[in-house]
């Protein structure tokens, strides 16, 4: 089967540096991306890795490291408006029906 | 484009009802997916559509559940008869590709079963 594990809630400060950790196991893999959910919204994509390392996206890092199933989503200069649900996802091809499926998201909530 | 459009917003409904969600996917896009979303259970895949042909039905609760895709720019999921623990924020979701991560999501139908 698969899954998609994460923690289910991050706490921090303004300003400060935030990690998201997602570990997986799927059947098949192209790559990990990551999403961002407001309360009441929805998701919206933020990033996607494909290869081993890390990407760059202005406040937002993703890293992704395929020989330990494991990647993270990183969160600089925190602002009270990036407290929201943070998902990993991947596109499972495992008997070839690609379905995207999404992990058990993270709760980020940033405070004064 | 306007995006992913999801039809109602909300929904309130009694037991036993018939209960029909609509989406409408970004044009040009050959992959649907349907989610419904918890609390507890979090962001489940109901079910996925290829090019209109549903490939991944494995996520449907259980018989009370269908989905529909009769052409490329209209999907339907319908429950009958309808449960209160069917209660949830059912989204729709598109992408273009197979193997494309990036997955634009409508703006959910809130579900509300008594």
């Known amino acids: 089967g698969q899954s998609l594990e994460q923690p289910s809630e991050v706490t921090a400060v303004e300003g400060a540096i935030v990690q998201i950790n997602c570990t997986y196991q799927?059947?098949?893999?192209?790559?990990l991306s990551w999403y961002q959910q407001h309360d009441g919204g929805a998701p919206t994509f933020l990033s996607y890795?494909?290869?081993?390392g890390l990407e760059e996206t202005g406040r937002f890092s993703s890293f992704l490291s395929r020989s330990d199933s494991y990647g993270y989503l990183l969160l600089q200069e925190l602002q009270m408006k990036d407290s929201a649900s943070y998902f990993c996802?991947?596109?499972?091809?495992?008997?070839?029906?690609?379905?995207?499926?999404f992990g058990t998201g993270t709760l980020l909530a940033v405070q004064p | 484009d306007a995006g992913v459009i999801q039809s109602p917003r909300h929904e309130v409904t009694e037991m036993g009802q018939e209960v029909t969600l609509r989406c409408k996917p970004i044009?040009?896009?050959?992959?649907l997916f349907w989610y419904r979303q918890t609390m507890m259970r979090g962001l489940e895949l109901l079910i996925y559509f290829n090019n209109n042909v549903p490939i991944d039905d494995s996520g449907m609760p259980e018989d009370r559940f269908s989905a529909k895709m009769p052409n490329a720019s209209f999907s339907t999921l319908k429950i009958q008869p309808s449960e209160p623990r069917d209660s949830a924020v059912y989204f729709c979701a598109s992408s273009l590709g197979a193997a494309n991560t990036e997955a634009f999501f409508g703006q959910g139908t809130r579900l509300t079963v008594v």
């Open positions: 044009s040009g896009h050959n992959s």
């Open positions: 996802a991947v596109r499972d091809h495992g008997g070839a029906t690609n379905k995207l499926i």
């Open positions: 890795n494909a290869l081993d």
């Open positions: 799927t059947s098949g893999f192209y790559g």
